[in-house]
């Protein structure tokens, strides 16, 4: 019998984590089938994922209404359905968690992501759900913004778990990595312990892709001079830009800077791969997965994608393959015009903003069905009063 091909990408030293979260996937029992027969390692969410759970589904009505009953407001409903789901989650990933001396089995809450560009805001949310959690397997996501920033170095410093996230460009991932080693060495010279510290650093690929080969594609059919330039460019930059991210990673966490703080018991940021479900129907359904499996990295698939690799995954170490190749790709950019760092800022900016949106839908989903809810008892007593003459 032919193995799975998500087990059998763990062969090859990459972790598989779901990039979806819901309650109904929790209680069915869903999730802790993906532990156990796919070998998922992980789960990360996001306002839009619980934006689908929460205002698409009916799982979360009971909750809302008893909170609501409560007088909590939308803001402080969502963040305990949050909660509840990811301590839920992270108690079914306990187990991978101790087994694997705390390097696998994390689950993801993100911070306000109105928050995006407040330093401040965003340490005092991550301390309130760090809190809130109680769980050592559960990591905080933090935007890879300027802002965020001296909010990573602060958290890891304080001991507390991050997943950096909505990072795109490889000059800012440099800057992840550096804010992650200061503030464990920050961390270690309070005398506090290294070895459960942990974070990992979660590069969007296949957004990369959607926002370039527009781009590239009308040279093609415009410019003579660059057609076959942007031909060979065409839907290769964010492989490129991950197959560079990973030497950084290594150049890195080889460094004397962090070998320093490792024989403290700190550990490596691992990249992970993210937005890795494939955006462009031309392209293979499992792009963003079979070119990027490569030793101490994490893969974040959707539900589609997961099934997808467990149907015709063929798992090979590919990442550190055409190096060179990806390098002269990212040079060859600048000669048709295309600048990648202001690609990659324009896709952060926008990112913020594709998470602020489906938070605020989220936010009036729970404001409509606490006014039903209301709307209900208030019917319910009038049903109730006894008419007298």
């Not at 440099?174 to 080693?181: D, G, H, Q, S």
């Not at 990369?208 to 059919?221: F, S």
């Not at 990973?246 to 070998?259: A, C, N, P, T, V």
């Not at 550190?320 to 790709?329: I, S, T």
Request: with cysteine; aromatic share 8%.
């Amino acid at each position: 019998m032919q193995q799975n091909p998500l087990l059998k990408i763990q062969d090859f030293g990459q972790s598989i984590w779901l990039d979806y979260i819901s309650r109904g996937m929790i209680d069915s029992g869903e999730l802790d089938r993906l532990i156990r027969e796919d070998g998922i390692r992980g789960v990360t969410s996001n306002p839009s994922i619980f934006d689908k759970a929460i205002a698409e589904t009916h799982d979360y009505d009971d909750s809302i209404r008893s909170l609501a009953a409560a007088g909590k407001t939308p803001e402080e409903i969502y963040e305990l359905l949050a909660v509840q789901d990811i301590q839920h989650a992270a108690d079914l990933f306990r187990f991978v968690y101790d087994e694997s001396d705390g390097k696998y089995g994390f689950v993801s809450l993100e911070v306000n992501p109105h928050l995006a560009h407040e330093t401040g805001a965003t340490i005092e949310e991550a301390h309130r759900l760090w809190s809130a959690l109680n769980r050592p397997n559960v990591f905080i996501k933090v935007p890879a913004t300027l802002e965020g920033l001296p909010a990573i170095r602060q958290l890891i410093a304080e001991g507390i778990n991050v997943n950096v996230t909505l990072l795109f460009g490889l000059p800012r991932y440099r800057k992840v990595a550096e804010a992650y080693m200061s503030g464990l060495e920050e961390c270690a010279a309070k005398g506090k312990p290294l070895a459960r510290v942990a974070s990992v650093a979660s590069f969007f690929l296949s957004r990369i892709d959607a926002l370039i080969d527009p781009k590239l594609e009308r040279l093609m059919k415009e410019d003579d001079a660059k057609a076959g330039k942007a031909l060979r460019l065409h839907g290769q930059v964010a492989v490129a830009s991950a197959r560079v991210a990973y030497q950084i990673y290594k150049e890195i966490f080889s460094s004397d800077r962090f070998l320093s703080v490792a024989r403290k018991g700190a550990r490596p940021q691992p990249v992970l791969w993210a937005s890795t479900s494939t955006k462009n129907p031309d392209y293979s359904d499992v792009k963003y997965v079979e070119s990027l499996i490569g030793p101490e990295t994490i893969n974040t698939l959707p539900g589609e994608t997961i099934v997808a690799y467990r149907s015709h995954g063929n798992p090979a170490s590919r990442l550190e393959g055409g190096l060179l190749e990806a390098r002269e790709l990212l040079d060859l950019l600048s000669q048709v015009n295309i600048d990648l760092d202001q690609a990659t800022q324009d896709l952060e900016d926008e990112g913020v903003e594709k998470f602020i949106n489906p938070f605020d839908k989220m936010m009036r989903a729970i404001a409509g069905k606490m006014t039903e809810t209301r709307k209900a008892a208030s019917g319910s007593q009038v049903g109730n009063t006894v008419q007298r003459p």
